[in-house]
Nanobody, 121 residues
């Protein structure tokens, strides 16, 4: 009964900014790593950024210096601030999270439904 719900996608002009949010809800004991991935038409899903429960981050080379991942552990929410957007950033963006529903079980990776980001003039 764990759900990840993304929001914040849309249409933006090149050079613009968007902020994506992804909130996890349901039966959650704790959340380890959270991340954002994207999939453009005709391409494979690729990593955008990840963040651990302690705040360590990792970024794809293509977004370094433009995107910032952050999280609010109290709200079980991960964010992706996207600046200086380019047409090649157009894709469906998915969040994921490694979640334990009870302390004696191992983590399971859950995915959101995706949110469309379109960068176009």
């Amino acid at each position: 009964q764990v759900q990840l719900v993304e929001s914040g996608g849309g249409l933006v002009q090149p050079g613009g900014s968007l902020r994506l949010s992804c909130a996890a809800s349901g039966s959650i004991f704790d959340i380890n790593a959270m991340g954002w991935y994207r999939q453009a038409p005709g391409k494979q899903r690729e990593l955008v950024a990840t963040i651990t429960s302690g705040g360590s981050t990792n970024y794809a080379d293509s977004v370094k210096g433009r995107f910032t991942i952050s999280r609010d552990n109290a709200k079980n929410t991960v964010y992706l601030q996207m600046n200086s957007l380019r047409p090649e950033d157009t894709a469906v963006y998915y969040c994921n999270a490694a979640i334990r529903v009870v302390f004696w079980k191992s983590e399971t990776t859950y995915w959101g439904q995706g949110t469309q980001v379109t960068v176009s003039s």
